[in-house]
């Protein structure tokens, strides 16, 4: 009876109902009341989730006056009157009782213990006293009444009876387990026919008579009560010797087993990726892309993208859609999804540094809110193997180099693994010379080392998509959506023409243009561009694409000099606060066609701005400060800057014919999604260039080829040259294997049909010996193995086109003979990057004046590298020179004066009005120089000889990257704050990254001039997420000190 009334007990302490997999586990034991874990899982066709939550509450004793049952005490149950009468109507007064407890809360409050609704034995002292007076009183009607009559209320336990009329309640094993333990006789070696209270709870059968069971029982045995049998049990409990309690260890494997489940459960949520209603992922996901992108609602294309099945089954996709359509927000769920639900790492890869930053500014909030990381990739920046993170999953923004660099050092690790997704923008791009070529090396690489990882490629429309989807092995998904209707016009002299390729003629007639030109205005725009751009300007938007640099700023010029002087006033406090700004990033210095045109709401936009400047133009124009911009074909594939009227001034970039991909670039950026009806272009022909636009407007998209043969087939031997420093591939068979995997071996036949692809293979692996950078060694089996070399490793280490890879050697090992320490002007000459040597032509006065401002010891350092102060002297004096010169060390060491002095000054305009340079060129070359010093660190890292270089480089790259007073450089490490930023900043007191991260945007907005409230939260959290990603990093490293060693040595 005893025995059955404690498993009874027991059995109350676990509530499981298997309906909703609700599982609360009370303890009660050897912790607080008040500690009470409960794990809910809820299953739902829509969501799943696993909450585990710490309930807490009131330490007043909760009150149970409507739960009441036969075993309450009699002061508390109404129906109890009497306390001398036997215990009668069993099955009414449960009954009873089960209509009163529905409802009732399933949990404990902080004075009751595993029993429920029952008083607990801790907090009510009188509870052993009470269930004493109930067995007083059974023992009263014992002796009053016949012993038969009363054996049935004595032989089992009050509760059981109850529970074997009851449905029984699902147990977990590890209970089930538990009770079996205890019911069962340790002296017996079998069960046999013994029953127990488990048994009979979990299979319920015919009732059993228990006047029979009284029967067979000696009756001179004493009957021990219930109370004597608790204090026995905890007795036993208190004295055994383990330091555990058995009751502890029970609930710990209830626990364990519960919380295994739970994680099992978890598992299979994770496998199946979905953790809520947004296409797998949580609601707030949707919230956050409302507040932070003001996107309330996807476009149905992109609802069917998301839902596609390889999407689900996660198959590579490529999915081409036009400019504008979209297609970004689609990549960006996709990477949350691999990121929340897969727990796994995403890499996105970007054609341009702009394009990184912008992103890593906008889905940093995201970070920040979501819980994973974002790091930055272009440039100088970004670490080599990426910092291995326990707690949170990266989503890696790259450069298409970076990229391929990043890729090569998680394949190194044997990390790649950790990269669930690799998304690609501009898919297009593989068909771009040198950068295509390393980008097909990237996916070569993926395709081939991980099965696992998926790979998703957006692009505009492509001629020849098939391609691609064999390279990739993947399915393709293509819409022709905008959200903005696209108009398409061309205008041949005072006449405008919609384009409709569809139709025979191509060229309908729309309407004349209707304008009053005077004869010296019509000599001075004989295209009407002014009368084209006056019908939206200044209340609407408009981009006008040139095809030079030069053009871009004389066409603002000019049509600043005939707009009416109304335009002035209009948001003319905008205008001279920007130009306030422009002046300031320049340090007082302001481009004169800048300061005619920002007045009337225009500027002009090419790689010829700073950085400072293209980003304060790009700002006002996003803001309506600017309605018109002259820009080049590069504006419309890098940021977005969209227009209500696109008009192309001709159909040139340079002197090359437009091609159709990047027409459809350019018209792309016509229509504003949610402030314009429709999007407007206007192509401005020529009767000379009529017939070869109608080809263009009508011909299909260009296809998109392998570049791996490139300029010479540096793409091919950069790729196995990293393939056998990755130990991907070991011998000739194996290389030919993988190379099957390319888009080169896609395209054979039209990319090489001379050649092929074995044949190309095995040049390749032969001019890889010639160079030294890798050599054939035999194995066991006489089989040659290719093994890479130390020189080879260090340049696909470095990234270090193989072009120059000797030359680069040689040069820093000259170096190490004579290294100038006083001076960076011999590690500025070494970082000088030799694809930017026969960009510029040195001016020779300048020349020899900077160089005879150099100390003794700077110019014994030009002679020693071949450029001596004689050969610069006689060629400014315009003498000839006997003796020869390396043309390409006196061009490379003039860019590095460039650099050195912008080194000592840091003011980009000064240096470049005193070497006489476009001020974009000497951006472009200090940029460059950045990214070619950290190259050349990496590479120097390789090379033992080098060993004095790797401290040396690492501070100058530094210097390089910002290249502006130190107490700037904490600041602009934050995403898309430039030095005129900084500056900013630093006056009004954010000093440091803590400041910035800390600080609040509406106070930013109103410190700051000319910030908007959306650019204002994106640096802070940019800032956030650098300092967030800066400490992560030293805890792994702390995390990493602390390990055990695996390989500990032990006895």
């Known amino acids: 009876m005893n025995k059955q009334f404690v498993s009874s007990l027991l059995s109350l302490s676990c509530c499981c109902r298997l309906s909703d997999f609700i599982l609360i586990i009370s303890l009660n034991a050897d912790i607080p009341a008040h500690s009470i874990f409960t794990i809910v899982m809820y299953t739902d066709n829509q969501l799943h989730d696993i909450v585990v939550k710490r309930n807490t509450s009131s330490s007043r004793k909760r009150s149970r006056d409507g739960v009441r049952s036969h075993v309450t005490p009699a002061k508390k149950r109404s129906s109890f009157t009497s306390t001398t009468t036997c215990l009668t109507d069993k099955e009414q007064i449960y009954t009873q009782d089960m209509a009163e407890n529905e409802g009732v809360e399933l949990c404990c409050s902080d004075n009751e213990d595993l029993f429920e609704g029952y008083d607990s034995i801790v907090a009510d002292s009188s509870f052993l006293a009470k269930l004493e007076d109930v067995e007083l009183q059974t023992r009263q009607c014992y002796d009053q009444q016949t012993p038969n009559a009363c054996a049935d209320d004595l032989s089992d336990s009050i509760l059981a009876e109850d529970f074997r009329d009851s449905s029984p309640r699902a147990l977990p094993s590890s209970q089930l387990e538990f009770q079996k333990a205890i019911t069962t006789p340790h002296k017996s070696p079998s069960r046999g026919a013994h029953s127990s209270s488990t048994n009979d709870l979990m299979n319920p059968g015919p009732a059993v008579n228990h006047a029979d069971l009284s029967v067979n029982k000696p009756h001179s045995k004493a009957r021990r009560s219930m109370k004597d049998h608790l204090k026995k049990v905890l007795m036993d409990n208190a004295a055994t010797t383990s330091t555990i309690s058995k009751m502890v260890q029970q609930k710990e494997a209830v626990m364990n087993e519960e919380m295994s489940y739970a994680m099992q459960a978890m598992e299979s949520i994770t496998t199946e990726g979905d953790l809520g209603p947004f296409f797998g992922l949580p609601s707030k996901v949707k919230d956050l892309i409302f507040r932070l992108k003001g996107i309330q609602d996807l476009y149905e294309w992109q609802k069917t993208c998301l839902s596609l099945d390889s999407i689900q089954q996660r198959r590579n996709l490529i999915y081409s859609l036009p400019t504008s359509g979209g297609k970004t927000l689609v990549a960006e769920i996709l990477i949350f999804k691999e990121l929340l639900c897969r727990k796994k790492d995403a890499l996105l890869i970007l054609p341009y540094i702009s394009l990184v930053q912008e992103k890593v500014r906008g889905l940093s909030s995201f970070g920040i809110e979501l819980d994973f990381m974002v790091e930055e990739y272009a440039g100088s920046k970004g670490k080599f193997p990426p910092v291995k993170r326990r707690n949170k999953n990266s989503l890696y923004i790259t450069t298409i180099e970076k990229g391929h660099s990043l890729v090569n050092s998680l394949i190194e690790n044997d990390r790649l693994d950790n ?66 209707e696209l108009k398409e016009y061309v205008k041949i002299k005072d006449s405008i023409y919609e384009v409709d390729p569809k139709e025979e003629p191509c060229f309908t007639f729309s309407r004349l243009l209707n304008f009053k030109y005077s004869s010296g205005m019509q000599k001075m725009d004989p295209d009407h561009i002014i009368a084209l751009a006056t019908e939206i300007i200044p209340q609407q938007s408009c981009l006008i694409f040139c095809a030079t640099k030069k053009n871009c700023e004389n066409l603002a010029g000019m049509i600043c000099k005939y707009l009416n002087k109304e335009f002035i006033k209009h948001k003319e406090s905008e205008k001279a606060t920007l130009l306030g700004e422009l002046k300031s990033s320049g340090n007082g210095s302001l481009c004169p066609v800048l300061q005619k045109t920002v007045p009337f709401g225009l500027a002009y936009h090419h790689s010829g701005l700073t950085s400072d400047e293209r980003k304060l133009v790009e700002e006002a124009y996003s803001s309506g400060v600017l309605c018109l911009l002259t820009c080049t074909s590069t504006l419309a ?186 001076s960076f002007l011999h590690l500025v000459y070494l970082v000088t990057p030799y694809d930017m040597v026969h960009q510029c032509k040195p001016d020779w006065m300048i020349y020899f004046r900077q160089f005879t401002n150099l100390s003794a010891a700077e110019q014994k350092m030009a002679t020693t590298v071949g450029v001596p102060e004689s050969f610069v002297a006689r060629k400014a004096a315009g003498q000839s020179v006997r003796k020869s010169v390396d043309v390409v060390v006196v061009n490379r060491l003039y860019l590095a004066l460039v650099l050195f002095s912008l080194l000592k000054e840091t003011n980009l305009w000064i240096v470049s009005e005193r070497f006489q340079l476009n001020r974009g060129f000497v ?27 790797k401290a040396l480089l690492s501070e100058l790259t530094r210097r390089l990257t910002y290249c502006v007073q130190a107490e700037l450089i904490p600041l602009m490490e934050v995403s898309g704050v430039l030095e005129h930023r900084a500056k900013q900043l630093y006056s009004a007191g954010y000093k440091t990254l803590a400041h910035l991260a800390n600080a609040d945007p509406r106070t930013l907005v109103k410190t700051i001039e000319n910030l908007f409230k959306k650019q204002a939260y994106q640096i802070v959290a940019s800032a956030k997420m650098l300092l967030t990603e800066k400490a992560e990093a030293l805890r792994e490293e702390v995390d990493d000190l602390l390990m055990m060693p695996s390989d500990l040595p032990s006895l």
């Open 419 to 484: 990269i669930g997704l690799v998304v690609v923008d501009e898919l297009h791009m593989l068909g771009d010379g040198s950068r295509g070529a390393i980008l097909e090396m990237t996916l070569s690489k993926v395709l081939y080392m991980s099965k696992s990882t998926q790979v998703i490629g957006m692009s505009a429309t492509l001629g020849n998509v098939k391609d691609l989807q064999s390279f990739l092995k993947a399915e393709n998904y293509t819409n022709n959506f905008r959200p903005v």
């Open 637 to 822: 594939a890098g940021i977005n800057l969209p227009a209500r009227r696109v008009i192309l001034r001709s159909p040139y970039v340079a002197a090359d014919f437009l091609k159709r991909s990047q027409y459809k670039q350019m018209v792309g950026r016509a229509g504003r999604a949610g402030i314009d009806a429709m999007g407007e272009s206007i192509l401005i022909l020529q009767d000379k260039d009529i017939n070869t636009a109608k080809n263009l407007l009508c011909a299909p998209m260009e296809k998109c080829y392998s570049n791996l043969l490139h300029d010479g087939g540096r793409g091919l031997l950069s790729l196995i040259l990293s393939l056998i420093g990755l130990k991907i591939t070991k011998t000739v068979d194996q290389v030919r294997d993988l190379m099957k995997g390319t888009l080169l071996s896609v395209q054979e036949a039209q990319v090489s049909p001379e050649k092929s692809l074995w044949d190309l293979t095995v040049e390749s692996i032969q001019t890889l010996k010639q160079k030294n950078l890798i050599e054939v060694s035999s194995d066991v089996n006489n089989q040659n193995i290719l093994q890479i070399t130390r020189l080879g490793r260090a340049t696909y280490k470095g990234s270090v086109d193989l072009s120059y890879c000797d030359v680069l050697y040689r040069d820093l090992s000259k170096g190490l003979e004579g290294l100038l320490l006083n």
């Open 923 to 949: 951006q472009t070359l200090l940029s460059s120089a950045s990214a070619f010093g950290s190259s050349v660190l990496h590479f120097t890292e390789e090379l033992e000889e080098f060993w004095a270089y």
